[in-house]
């Protein structure tokens, strides 16, 4: 009888752990399909938000690879290293925030990059992780492939996503509004998941995550200055744009960027101002501070006063030249010949008498008037 209690109670113990050993190797099975699942494109992690997880460590890489240099081509699986990979599948517009951080002392996390589309066509939307984060704007129902790699070390990491929403004013038509009496005005406001209406902007700015602010005032002339200041230095604000409306159409007022973060303009009465405040790139940090003052009204132009007749003068008369005066008229000069009779010049009106019979007396007198005028006609002269 104890023989055969012995061969049962054997019996018992090794099917005992017969089972054991299937559980347990059906444990590590199960594991080691979920890691490997991990390390495929085609079978990757599906990640809702908000998602964070830790990991060990990850597939060792011997030769290391920048992952900027994948975003110039389309790859495939086949063309990457060994890594860790997960899905995502927005259900909506939206701005997604990844992060990663070495969880042990004076290590570097590993890399990460986003791609679109499948396993054999992966194409790179985005592998700027600066300061172990990366922001993106995500497509209703498109896949997005989070790729991680280890070209450092194998530490231990965390690995976090999270959805942005968007804030009210990031649309034209939900601007935050002020007027006149709101000034002198200052709000904190964010950039943080804005998606801005930016083909609605009109001073050509770079600068699609925005958020707009408008401004109106009843004051024929009103000096406005706007400023910005942020609390976190990465995100760089660096375009300010204010756009009024012209009928149907939009026309630039004025730009700020970056080195300039306040604006100023001279605002009419009744004219709506649309102010966008963005940045080229989405943030995970953007809030910044907006001050909004008046610097016064400017003065009305002074009317223009009533045109004075214009006094009568006299009529000047120009001076006449003395080349201009007529020459004066002379008296012919009569020349006697030797004979004793007068003879006239050529084309003189006067000509010379014709001869006739009569007194020595008359001849006489008429010689003696002719020397007189020869006389006086050279005292003249020497004169």
């Known amino acids: 009888m104890s023989h055969r209690h012995y061969d049962s109670s054997s019996s018992c113990l090794s099917r005992f752990f017969a089972r054991k050993s299937l559980l347990l190797v059906l444990l590590c099975s199960q594991v080691t399909t979920v890691v490997q699942a991990q390390l495929s494109c085609s079978a990757p992690e599906s990640i809702t938000s908000p998602f964070s997880m830790n990991s060990e460590s990850l597939p060792e890489i011997n030769d290391f690879v920048y992952s900027a240099s994948w975003c110039s081509t389309t790859l495939s699986e086949s063309d990457l290293p060994p890594g860790r990979w997960f899905s995502y599948i927005p259900s909506e517009v939206l701005v997604a925030r990844l992060s990663i951080e070495a969880l042990e002392e004076f290590s570097f996390p590993p890399e990460m990059i986003v791609f679109k589309g499948t396993c054999d066509s992966l194409v790179c939307i985005n592998g700027d992780n600066y300061f172990r984060e990366m922001l993106f704007q995500t497509t209703v129902g498109d896949e997005y492939f989070i790729f991680v790699y280890g070209p450092y070390d194998e530490a231990a990491y965390l690995l976090s996503f999270e959805e942005y929403g968007s804030p009210a004013n990031d649309k034209m038509e939900s601007a935050v509004a002020l007027a006149q009496d709101d000034l002198p005005f200052q709000g904190d406001f964010t950039l943080q998941g804005a998606l801005s209406d930016f083909t609605e902007d009109a001073c050509a700015l770079d600068g699609e995550?925005?958020?707009?602010?408008?401004?109106?005032?009843?004051?024929?002339?009103?000096?406005?200055?706007?400023?910005?200041?942020?609390?976190?230095?990465?995100?760089?604000?660096?375009?300010?744009?204010?756009?009024?409306?012209?009928?149907?159409?939009?026309?630039?007022?004025?730009?700020?960027?970056?080195?300039?973060?306040?604006?100023?303009?001279?605002?009419?009465?009744?004219?709506?101002?649309?102010?966008?405040?963005?940045?080229?790139?989405?943030?995970?940090?953007?809030?910044?501070?907006?001050?909004?003052?008046?610097?016064?009204?400017?003065?009305?132009?002074?009317?223009?006063?009533?045109?004075?007749?214009?006094?009568?003068t006299s009529p000047v008369l120009a001076p006449i030249k003395n080349e201009e005066l007529p020459a004066p008229e002379t008296a012919p000069v009569v020349v006697p010949d030797t004979s004793g009779e007068a003879i006239a010049p050529e084309n003189s009106p006067i000509t010379a008498p014709e001869s006739s019979p009569t007194s020595e007396a008359g001849r006489s007198v008429v010689v003696s008037g002719v020397r007189g005028g020869v006389l006086m006609m050279g005292f003249l002269v020497f004169l």
């Open 209 to 312: 995550y925005g958020v707009w602010f408008t401004y109106t005032t009843t004051f024929p002339a009103e000096l406005v200055i706007l400023k910005t200041t942020t609390r976190n230095y990465l995100a760089a604000l660096n375009v300010i744009g204010v756009q009024a409306r012209a009928g149907d159409a939009f026309f630039c007022v004025t730009v700020g960027d970056s080195s300039e973060k306040s604006v100023e303009w001279t605002a009419e009465a009744n004219v709506q101002y649309y102010i966008l405040i963005g940045d080229p790139k989405p943030q995970s940090d953007g809030t910044f501070e907006l001050t909004l003052q008046s610097r016064g009204l400017l003065p009305s132009p002074p009317l223009p006063a009533a045109p004075q007749p214009a006094p009568e």
